[in-house]
């Protein structure tokens, strides 16, 4: 079982920056593919970025590519979700997800991911 504690959302004004930390339990977090998740309201759960259990290969969606960086640091449990030239349809609640494999590749769909934090708010001023 992992648990999974998301922090560093709140309001920033169109253009600024945040950064999402996910902190997780357990001795085996550097076995997982972790995965980044927004949910804005009246839509469904779309997917951010994905990284692998080395950090070496990293996913992201379209609308975000090239602003967001997902990272993570393995000896502190954590990884992360940098946040650039932020737009008000950044605008979700944002979650980090586990996924304990085995599986090829990095999931893009909830359903690939095992264990979720029960997310941040992030709410981007226009």
């Known amino acids: 079982q992992v648990q999974l504690v998301e922090s560093g959302g709140g309001l920033v004004a169109a253009g600024g920056s945040l950064r999402l930390s996910c902190a997780a339990s357990?001795?085996?977090?550097?076995?997982?593919?972790m995965g980044w998740f927004r949910q804005a309201p009246g839509k469904e759960r779309e997917f951010v970025a994905a990284?692998?259990?080395?950090?070496?290969?990293?996913s992201y969606a379209d609308s975000v590519k090239g602003r967001f960086t997902i990272s993570r640091d393995n000896a502190k449990n954590t990884v992360y979700l940098q946040m650039n030239s932020l737009l008000p349809e950044d605008t979700a609640v944002y979650s980090c997800?586990?996924?304990?494999?085995?599986?090829?590749?990095?999931?893009?769909?909830?359903?690939?991911?095992?264990?979720w934090g029960q997310g941040t708010q992030v709410t981007v001023s226009s």
């Open positions: 990284i692998s259990a080395s950090g070496f290969v990293t």
């Open positions: 997800a586990a996924d304990r494999g085995p599986r090829n590749g990095l999931g893009r769909l909830p359903n690939e991911y095992d264990y």
């Open positions: 357990g001795r085996t977090f550097s076995s997982y593919v």
